[in-house]
């Protein structure tokens, strides 16, 4: 069974700019979670979708938001990036959202933004 | 507000013993993780925990203390490969996971 793809892998923006990523869970899964990842700050939650609805939403400014396809993939949007948005994003796929299940994390999107 | 407490970083000597402790203060409790992340790599699955006790699989345990808002991850006949962050996860009553900052575990020979 293929992975959590995230597309794409690195990513340089200047200031000002917008930028969408992709994430295409495992297939069968039906959750998909973003994060952000900054050394020393750990994962920090942006927000969750499962069956095209946001579930749950960090705190993050109203630059970034998120859907869900359908066919669960996600995009995440970022505009007016700043510097502070430099960072490694992270998703993460889950079958369901109770329970006992796990989350299976993407290989990451490093966005630079000079 | 929602905490979780891990230590910054831990040393250990290949082939010891270490136990990884992790702290919550979170609005409800609906199960805790562990992941493992190397090294520019994501992380992976470990452990869950929803009830009190230890959980053992292979070398890895995960032990957790609802009352005390504990757990810890205890990592036996350490490998130079166990060398990694750990990442402690708690779910909240409306099941979104919160996370600790990880552990950056350094095994030396």
């Known amino acids: 069974k293929a992975g959590v793809t995230q597309t794409p892998r690195y990513l340089i923006k200047t200031r000002g700019q917008q930028v969408t990523l992709s994430c295409s869970p495992i297939s069968g899964h039906r959750s998909v979670s973003w994060y952000q990842q900054t050394p020393g700050q750990g994962l920090q939650f942006l927000f969750e979708?499962?069956?095209?609805?946001?579930?749950n939403k960090g705190n993050f400014p109203g630059r970034f938001s998120g859907r869900q396809f359908s066919n669960s993939r996600s995009e995440m949007n970022v505009s007016t990036l700043e510097l502070g948005d430099s960072a490694l994003y992270l998703c993460?796929?889950?079958?369901?959202?109770?329970?006992?299940?796990?989350?299976?994390f993407g290989p990451g999107t490093r966005l630079t933004v000079t | 507000g929602q905490n979780i407490d891990q230590p910054t970083e831990m040393t250990a000597t290949e082939g010891a013993i270490v136990q990884i402790n992790c702290t919550y203060q979170?609005?409800?409790?609906?199960?805790l993780f562990w992941y493992q992340q190397h090294a520019g790599e994501a992380p992976t699955f470990l452990s869950y925990n929803v009830l009190d006790g230890l959980e053992e699989k292979g070398r890895f345990s995960s032990f957790l203390s609802r009352s005390k808002g504990y757990s810890y991850l205890l990592l036996k006949e350490l490998q130079m490969k166990d060398s990694a962050s750990y990442l402690c996860?708690?779910?909240?009553?409306?099941?979104?996971?919160?996370w600790g900052a990880g552990t950056k575990l350094i095994i030396k020979p």
């Open positions: 996860a708690v779910r909240d009553s409306n099941y979104q996971l919160i």
């Open positions: 993460a796929s889950s079958l369901v959202r109770t329970g006992n299940y796990e989350q299976y």
């Open positions: 979170t609005s409800g409790f609906n199960g």
């Open positions: 979708y499962f069956s095209e609805t946001q579930r």
